[in-house]
């Protein structure tokens, strides 16, 4: 569908905007690129951009410092953006939707892909939120902020451009963006790749206890909470460990997992062509893309692995 995002706003004087919880480069990267695109056409109307605290890493990202993360009571707003996620995902924002006069809901996930507003601009083909969010934007009123911002949800939801969801017209959007002058190859490293010390710790130790099963073909590793104490980390500082897992010869669904209360784990999914993870993620009540997907789940860690094995070895037998 069309959607002319400033005429949709045209008379709106209140607008919020929102994304997912735990959010990550492509949420932020697309809430932000959203609230400065109506902040800097819209003179009349407040911008209000809802999110839990992002990591520090996106902290050059125009409007970063705007961010509420206490998520306060609110009058009603005329309209509302729900990025990157359907309305159930934006957890404690999910009430500014009470009495909102417009929703509208930008995504790209395939278990949304009806859309949760009374305007969707939702393609489960497109490789990130901020790719649509490229496309609804008026080109002649891209500058260099608002490139910085979609190129940053980019690149963290391709991978920097290594996941099968990166076509050649998001290369070519790409190309577009960093005409604008920014330093791209500094933002990839110091967002994507940089690690601190106690990450890389982290990231060691979890790949030390990993554990192949299923004739090698799957791995999983978990980091319970005690561990989480003795280095002093938080799930920010997980980034990257199912990836580095995915990338061990041989692999093709690698899980990583992290205790978030008594029996109960946040679960992250990569795998190939031979495994759509968001099947196995619906399954359990989470969602995500065909490659990369995630849930919450509860029992111990090895009730996880068992229940999660049991859907992966339905598609590698198929």
Avoid at 111 to 118: E, H, I, S
Avoid at 122 to 139: F, H, M, R, T, W
Avoid at 264 to 292: I, M, N, P, W
Wanted: proline share 2%; with cysteine.
């Amino acid at each position: 569908m069309e959607l002319d995002l400033l005429k949709e706003c045209a008379d709106a004087r209140r607008i919020a905007v929102t994304g997912h919880q735990k959010p990550d480069g492509d949420c932020v990267g697309a809430c932000l690129a959203i609230w400065y695109y109506l902040k800097n056409n819209l003179k009349d109307a407040e911008i209000f951009t809802f999110l839990e605290e992002p990591d520090p890493v996106f902290a050059e990202l125009a409007g970063f410092d705007e961010i509420i993360t206490d998520f306060p009571e609110e009058a009603p707003f005329d309209v509302l953006f729900i990025l990157d996620c359907n309305l159930e995902r934006t957890g404690l924002a999910a009430k500014y939707a009470n009495g909102a006069g417009k929703i509208i809901n930008v995504d790209h996930h395939v278990t949304n892909a009806n859309g949760c507003g009374d305007l969707n601009y939702v393609n489960p083909k497109v490789g990130s939120a901020c790719e649509l969010i490229y496309d609804l934007v008026d080109k002649e009123r891209l500058d260099v902020e608002l490139a910085k911002s979609i190129y940053v949800g980019m690149v963290h939801d391709t991978g920097v451009f290594q996941y099968e969801n990166t076509t050649p017209e998001t290369m070519r959007k790409a190309a577009h963006l960093i005409s604008f002058g920014f330093d791209f190859y500094r933002i990839i490293q110091e967002t994507f790749y940089q690690k601190t010390y106690v990450q890389a710790q982290i990231m060691g130790r979890a790949l030390m206890e990993s554990v192949r099963f299923m004739d090698g073909r799957c791995i999983v590793s978990v980091i319970d909470r005690r561990t989480m104490d003795f280095y002093g980390v938080t799930n920010r500082d997980f980034e990257g460990i199912v990836n580095q897992l995915r990338n061990i010869k041989g692999i093709c669904c690698a899980i990583f997992m992290y205790e978030t209360d008594t029996l109960e784990f946040k679960v992250s999914l990569r795998t190939d062509q031979s495994v759509d993870a968001a099947k196995v993620a619906a399954y359990f009540g989470g969602g995500g893309h065909a490659r990369a997907a995630g849930c919450t789940m509860k029992g111990t860690f090895y009730d996880c692995v068992n229940n999660l094995s049991a859907e992966i070895e339905k598609q590698l037998e198929a």
